[in-house]
């Protein structure tokens, strides 16, 4: 049986990061190289990076986040980036969207344990709760799965003239020009490259912003809507 790795010393970075939930963001940490290790939701070669690659990689993403908006984080996974940002943006109110249980079953215990009064855990995928959560402001990912994919799972979360904001990789600029025409399609109306996190993470951490229009998701996915907020009321009025 291969030892496990050993979670590394919070880098400085960290503490001018995350501030006064420094001490949770360690928690965190120590979760994810622990239970998260033992329940499969994040790879042991990856513990000694978590706080790298992982919880600031995924905390300088607040940079591009307005003020007090609402987030919904989809495929959240063990809580990258959600957690992170819930630690350093207490002004936001965040969705932790999962489909699968037992990952839901931890991002609850670490939002209970942390106190993240304001942030929610909800099973299920983007596409199945269509209608039933109020749409963000702002919808986020992390290399879950490629662009134009990614973009049909959440675009239509959005509110009208709201965006996506999704932490990829070196192949950001390619993915960007090869979901132009899908993009379109499901309403967006710009489509940019940023890179965030100057002085805290090396190499810097790429975002792709993906801004809709009146119509997140296109005229299909309005309608879509539509029928399922009506279906909605009417449950609520049995």
Request: aromatic letters at 4%.
């Amino acid at each position: 049986m291969t030892e496990a790795a050993e979670l590394p010393p919070a880098p400085e970075e960290a503490r001018a990061v995350f501030g006064d939930r420094f001490a949770d963001a360690v928690r965190y940490a120590e979760l994810l190289a622990d239970a998260g290790v033992q329940r499969g939701l994040i790879g042991p070669r990856e513990v000694p990076r978590l706080w790298e690659r992982h919880l600031l990689n995924c905390a300088v993403l607040s940079e591009v986040v307005p003020e007090s908006v609402t987030v919904c984080d989809v495929g959240s996974g063990a809580g990258l980036p959600g957690i992170p940002l819930a630690l350093v943006r207490p002004d936001l109110k965040i969705t932790l969207l999962e489909p699968l249980l037992r990952r839901t079953n931890f991002l609850t215990e670490v939002v209970e344990l942390l106190g993240l009064d304001h942030v929610t855990v909800v099973r299920g995928r983007a596409e199945e709760v269509l209608g039933k959560l109020p749409p963000v402001h702002v919808v986020t990912a992390r290399a879950v799965a490629p662009l134009d994919r990614l973009a049909a799972w959440g675009v239509p979360l959005l509110r009208p003239y709201g965006e996506m904001l999704l932490l990829k990789g070196d192949t950001a600029e390619e993915e960007v020009k090869g979901a132009g025409a899908a993009l379109s399609k499901l309403g967006a109306v710009d489509t940019s490259v940023l890179h965030v996190g100057e002085g805290v993470v090396e190499p810097l951490a790429t975002v792709v912003r993906v801004e809709v229009g009146e119509s997140p998701g296109g005229v299909r996915f309005a309608a879509k809507r539509a029928k399922a907020a009506r279906t909605g009321r009417t449950r609520r009025r049995r």
